[in-house]
């Protein structure tokens, strides 16, 4: 095992500088919530003020963050900022355990605990509740999950299964990405930026009152992206823009009423790719070509909720979403829609219940292409219903020591029929400095609409050239087929952890897993002529460690180090085995030099990905902000310091780049 040697020291000042453990709102619909801290000091605050910081948690009420029986973590916008990312997919490489693997200039491999390749199919992403999962990849496609940066609240992390709030496809975890209400994103906010891979980029946000009760905000922001270096001459990649808009109310309706309705869309104008495509030929032939890999969408969301101080009430969230693809040759449409109610109470002193339930539908339409074609006989276009309901029960066993929480959810959908997702907490708090907990949970993930349906073309080819005869005149495709009869994939996950505050300037957050998964869906050996199946087994085992250290009132110190076994089993391809970096660290150093002046500064260290040939790397990002006035402030980003370029998740090349941004808020 190869470790780089600045790799090295980040794992050894994990020890003494950490990730901020912090608690999820374990639920599709979030409760809103007042913002607690000035983001601006954030490097500023006591240990004690971020770890008594209440937030929903996996009980679905509010929790102090060192309570919370689970292995998360909140990434807020002040800590988007002060590490210098710029899209999503990126600011969550600061969750210690998950992978972050970037393909080409707009996609990326995201996900927690193993089987992290591709679009990360046992990860399931939100939006404000809003599920944007693909069934039909099964993923998430991170190219389109925008947000306006500064009007983000925080990204939510739970690493391991979250299936029985959220359902099938959360086996490995759940990343549920918040928003601010619009009352904290009043009046005008302008940026606008550039540099060598973020070659332009610009945003406008205007945010005013309707009347006491009501505001709102409505915000544009474009962005281009300069395509990743080939490293062979097999390897090809484009530029990449998106142009994003978004209206958002809020309203306060009393009596302790709060709705919310939000629309939005987006297009990318004229996205060029090129790559590398079979072609009818009786011998295995590809050719270079330009496509027009064009994505557009876009949602209509309306959320209406009410919560007593005590945490009792009810909450119902709506939504409509229109997504469009199209990718080297191929197109998808996709149409879906979700209801979603909740509602908590107490029974009794002892038992806080939550339940609720969730109907799902989803249909699509695809156009095959060179590369992705369908099974003879399959539907050019489908749909899909999902219809669950769930109920979980936090129970005080001892009042201030011993809790536990009990719950499943059932469901059930067009493709495999009835699945049950039931979990087990029980967490222990001796001290108000500690909590040790564990938990058992059963998750499961429902196959792609591609996996049943679909055919990956490696090649065209006369069958008889093919076997060395002569020729038949015919030209076929040779390929994985999908295969309608596949079952869920199961997962069995056993966790421990313990979190612990040492003293007013320390904290230290470990968590350990053990995730056993049966009726994998596979890719046979040899995979030409065969079909997805479920014979696939595997056994993934690993943990994350993360710590913060206030060194001083304006300087925090933050790392974090994970390990991930995976071990696949079966007549399958065991690519999955390589897909995810057995070693990972981080750390972050965020420094207020001056009350206007701040350094901030990230190292990641990434183990080598063997499936895609990717030795291990440590990248290093170094920023600079400067506060010119208390509404204008500039920063200049230094990214991928250490080397001149490497490879994370394909064969093209992330190369070191820098960029400056101006931001005006008045």
């Given at each position: ?198 070659r332009g980029f610009g945003s406008v946000r205007y945010g005013g009152r309707i009347n006491e009760k009501a505001t709102y905000a409505v915000w ?351 007549p399958v391809s065991l690519s999955d085995e390589g897909n995810t970096p057995h070693n990972m660290a981080q750390l972050q150093s965020f420094l ?75």
């Amino acid at each position: 095992m190869k470790f780089h040697s600045a790799a090295v020291l980040m794992v050894l000042a994990s020890v003494a500088a950490g990730v901020t453990p912090c608690a999820l709102g374990q639920q599709a619909i979030t409760p809103t919530r007042e913002k607690e801290i000035d983001p601006q000091r954030a490097a500023q605050l006591s240990i004690e003020e971020l770890m008594g910081m209440e937030v929903t948690s996996v009980a679905g009420v509010e929790q102090q963050v060192l309570t919370t029986p689970a292995a998360i973590t909140v990434i807020d916008e002040d800590e988007v900022r002060r590490t210098g990312h710029r899209w999503v997919a990126e600011a969550l490489r600061l969750a210690p355990g998950v992978y972050v693997g970037q393909s080409n200039t707009s996609s990326w491999s995201v996900g927690p605990r193993g089987f992290s390749g591709g679009l990360a199919n046992k990860t399931l992403v939100l939006m404000d509740g809003r599920r944007v999962y693909d069934p039909i990849q099964a993923g998430t496609f991170w190219d389109v999950q925008d947000v306006l940066l500064e009007d983000l609240d925080r990204i939510e992390v739970i690493r391991g299964p979250g299936a029985t709030l959220f359902g099938a496809n959360a086996i490995n975890g759940v990343i549920n990405i918040v928003n601010k209400s619009t009352a904290d994103t009043q009046g005008v906010f302008l940026e606008a930026g550039g540099g060598t891979f973020e070659r332009g980029f610009g945003s406008v946000r205007y945010g005013g009152r309707i009347n006491e009760k009501a505001t709102y905000a409505v915000w544009a922001k474009y962005f281009n992206r300069a395509p990743l270096e080939a490293a062979g001459p097999l390897d090809s990649d484009s530029d990449f823009d998106l142009t994003h808009a978004r209206f958002r109310t809020d309203i306060d309706a009393g009596d302790d009423l709060k709705l919310m309705f939000e629309a939005d869309a987006y297009s990318s104008f004229g996205a060029r790719a090129a790559a590398r495509v079979p072609v009818r030929a009786p011998t295995a032939t590809t050719e270079r070509r330009i496509f027009e890999n064009d994505v557009r969408g876009g949602h209509v969301l309306g959320r209406a909720e009410r919560f007593t101080g005590d945490n009792e009430g009810w909450s119902v969230l709506a939504y409509y979403d229109r997504t469009e693809r199209a990718l080297t040759g191929s197109e998808a449409e996709r149409d879906s829609a979700e209801i979603d109610a909740r509602y908590h109470f107490m029974l009794g002193e002892r038992h806080a219940l939550a339940t609720g339930i969730e109907y799902y539908f989803t249909t699509d339409r695809l156009v095959p292409g060179s590369s992705t074609l369908l099974t003879p006989g399959s539907p050019a276009a489908d749909s899909m219903n999902t219809v669950s309901a769930f109920v979980q029960d936090t129970i005080t066993l001892q009042e201030d020591r011993w809790f536990a929480m009990l719950g499943s959810k059932v469901e059930h959908n067009d493709l495999t029929g009835v699945e049950v997702q039931p979990s087990a907490r029980l967490w222990w708090t001796p001290t108000d400095r500690e909590t040790v907990w564990g938990a058992v949970s059963r998750a499961v993930r429902t196959p792609s609409r591609f996996e049943e349906h679909g055919f990956i073309n490696f090649f065209f080819a006369d069958p008889g050239v093919l076997a060395g005869g002569p020729p038949t005149g015919q030209i076929v495709p040779f390929g994985l087929s999908g295969n309608p009869n596949l079952d869920s994939e199961k997962a069995l996950v056993y966790e421990l952890g313990y979190r612990r505050r040492f003293s007013d300037r320390v904290t230290l957050d470990v968590a350990t897993f053990l995730s056993q998964y049966d009726d994998l869906i596979s890719i046979p050996t040899p995979a030409v002529g065969g079909s997805f199946n479920n014979n696939g087994e595997a056994e993934v085992y690993g943990g994350e460690v993360a710590v913060v250290w206030q060194a001083a009132d304006n300087w925090r110190l933050r790392g974090a180090y994970s390990y991930a076994e995976v071990n696949v089993s079966g007549p399958v391809s065991l690519s999955d085995e390589g897909n995810t970096p057995h070693n990972m660290a981080q750390l972050q150093s965020f420094l207020d030099i001056t009350e206007n002046l701040e350094l901030n500064a990230a190292a990641y260290f990434v183990d080598r990905v063997e499936s895609q040939g990717a030795s291990s790397y440590t990248r290093v990002d170094i920023g600079l902000t400067w506060r010119v006035t208390p509404n204008f402030d500039v920063s200049i980003w230094g990214q991928n310091l250490l080397e001149p370029r490497h490879n994370e998740f394909s064969s093209l090349q992330v190369e070191r780049s820098a960029y400056v941004v101006a931001t005006l808020r008045f």
